[in-house]
């Protein structure tokens, strides 16, 4: 179910014009009727891009980008879908409903408290920058952290008693509502400042709103770090430190660190592909977050036992996820920042370079429990590992480390097999498995769909004739299928629509840039009787092809009704003739 309806996605496109939207980031040149410029989904010398005003789509007929203007800031910031709406959104300084299910009263309450974490971060680094935050900006001397840094990262101080509150009520904000927000606590005496004598970290979601903090205190006291509680808009499950600059680099592999010092040192060292947990342990939910902007994880997490602990949680998350997960480690330090301190960017890039795939560091792991020399250890060795091995979902991933299991501890491979296979029922890692591709239909299929479907948007008269020649069932895929019952439902409502439209109706974001494609795929014919013509050879063309497939699927021995009833209609069609 989209957590938007189509009429709040329609709002959003209308308000934000693709040209200008493109604009933005390309220049763009007019062209006829439509607008060209230099494709910014792969690199070229000459213009093959092209943005049509009236359609209000864009297409590459170079790498084949195609897509409406939530797709292009999909694509383009590497937001999902979601985030693209909530970028346009913001763009237009329209206020988005809750998410179908929810309440306006919340949606207004969690533009409130965005309002406040966003003033709050303001004051803690106004404070930093001034004489009261001089403790702190001496430990981030002593850290080596850049002014550049600090600021990219919008680093502050938050000083002794309730100077934010006061702030915050002078800026009008309510105290239940501050505290809702997670900056200041009720005591005896009244509302008091949840964060005070730390350096303040502000934490960002994918779209830089500020979502909350985490606090590392200057001097004594405990605990060392304190994050935001969780609020209308922080869930400390689903959020990774840093993923927001991550996102804007598009990189395939992302290093899971376990700090903010982490994250930022490795960004002004010129790493800027790290995030890290807020204090908590690693989650589905966290995993889920990466896949979406990532195909590799390497994690990096401290040397000691505690470290070691929170691989081995984090790795199942990622492996169900269908990440690949390497592991690396720095010899000579506790952890990356003292690292970087001590050995520079180079030495530490080639440490990543050297990180092992997780299940060569969870079997090695495990063998230096173990002296392999004495007979009792070595059969414990091999049951840990047989362990390690049986939770891989795939066979050829466990014979692959099988073999290599056999070939470099002179153990029999049948008697690893043997073991693995005791143990595979219980597998507890699992991936999604993908069907194989269909193979993509013909150009003349898909120009006829193109037509067919363009047509049904361009005009009324045009969808009255087609939809009396052709069901939505008889264009065969499903995605087709959607965009014709798509254009059905729009024109139930007497609205004047466009492709862009109907590409927003379609729920998945995925299929959005295949339904802007075949859109694109137009071709113009001279006059109305040659494009009424060419319209009825497409209609045949595109339902032959359905009850051919039809035919194909159907064994005849289970279903002869619905065998001999899809034989009738393509003799029928083979005979008719179909006009407009």
Excluded: W
Aim: net charge neutral; proline share 4%; with cysteine.
């Amino acid at each position: 179910m989209p957590l938007y309806s189509q009429d709040v996605l329609e709002d959003l496109r209308q308000g934000n014009d693709i040209i200008d939207v493109i604009s933005q980031y390309i220049p763009l040149k007019q062209r006829g009727t439509n607008y060209v410029g230099l494709c910014p989904f792969h690199n070229e010398k000459s213009p093959s891009f092209s943005v049509s005003p009236q359609n209000q789509l864009y297409h590459c007929f170079g790498c084949g980008a195609s897509g409406n203007v939530f797709s292009f800031i999909k694509n383009i910031e590497n937001y999902s879908f979601i985030d693209a709406v909530k970028f346009l959104a913001d763009r237009i300084h329209y206020i988005l409903p809750e998410p179908k299910g929810g309440s306006s009263a919340l949606a207004a309450e969690k533009n409130i408290i965005y309002d406040i974490l966003k003033k709050s971060a303001r004051f803690y680094y106004d404070v930093l920058q001034s004489p009261n935050g001089s403790r702190a900006a001496g430990y981030l001397d002593h850290r080596r952290m850049s002014p550049g840094a600090r600021r990219k990262f919008g680093l502050g101080y938050s000083q002794p008693g309730s100077l934010l509150r006061n702030h915050l009520i002078k800026e009008g904000y309510e105290e239940t509502v501050i505290q809702k927000a997670g900056m200041i606590l009720q005591g005896k005496n009244g509302y008091y400042d949840r964060f005070r004598e730390r350096l303040m970290f502000p934490i960002f979601d994918v779209s830089d709103k500020v979502v909350g903090f985490g606090g590392r205190i200057i001097g004594e006291g405990n605990p060392k770090y304190l994050n935001s509680p969780e609020t209308p808009v922080f869930d400390k499950s689903r959020i990774l430190y840093g993923l927001n600059y991550v996102r804007k680099a598009k990189t395939s592999t992302i290093i899971l660190v376990e700090g903010y010092m982490d994250v930022i040192s490795l960004y002004q060292h010129g790493i800027k592909n790290s995030v890290a947990a807020l204090g908590t342990s690693f989650t589905a939910n966290h995993a889920n977050e990466l896949k979406k902007y990532c195909k590799e994880v390497i994690i990096l997490f401290d040397g000691d036992n505690a470290g070691a602990a929170a691989v081995n949680r984090a790795i199942p998350h990622l492996y169900a996820k269908g990440l690949s997960i390497r592991v690396a480690s720095l010899p000579g330090a506790k952890d990356p920042d003292e690292y970087l301190s001590n050995f520079g960017p180079e030495n530490f890039l080639r440490e990543l370079n050297s990180a092992v795939d997780f299940v060569e560091y969870q079997i090695e792991a495990v063998s230096r429990k173990y002296d392999i020399n004495i007979a009792a250890e070595r059969v414990s060795f091999l049951r840990e590992a047989a362990e390690i091995i049986s939770r891989l979902n795939s066979g050829i991933e466990k014979d692959t480390y099988m073999r290599e299991l056999s070939a470099k501890y002179s153990i029999d491979q049948q008697t690893i097999k043997q073991e693995i296979d005791k143990r595979s029922d219980d597998t507890v890692f699992t991936v999604n498995i993908k069907t194989p591709p269909v193979a993509a239909p013909g150009k003349d299929y898909i120009d006829a769909v193109s037509h067919i479907l363009y047509s049904m948007v361009l005009d009324t008269v045009l969808y009255d004739k087609i939809s009396s020649k052709i069901e939505s069932h008889e264009m065969g895929d499903e995605l087709y299928s959607s965009l014709y019952n798509a254009i059905a439902s729009a024109r139930a409502r007497e609205r004047s629509i466009t492709a862009a439209d109907i590409i927003s109706a379609i729920d998945e974001p995925e299929n959005q840039q295949k339904a802007a494609s075949i859109f694109a795929h137009m071709t113009e014919y001279g006059t109305q009787e040659e494009q009424y013509k060419a319209l009825a050879q497409q209609i045949k063309l595109v339902k032959t092809a359905y009850y051919r497939n039809l035919i194909q699927k159907i064994d005849k021995n289970k279903d002869f009704e619905g065998f001999n009833s899809a034989s009738i209609e393509l003799k029928k069609l083979e005979n008719q003739i179909i006009m407009l």
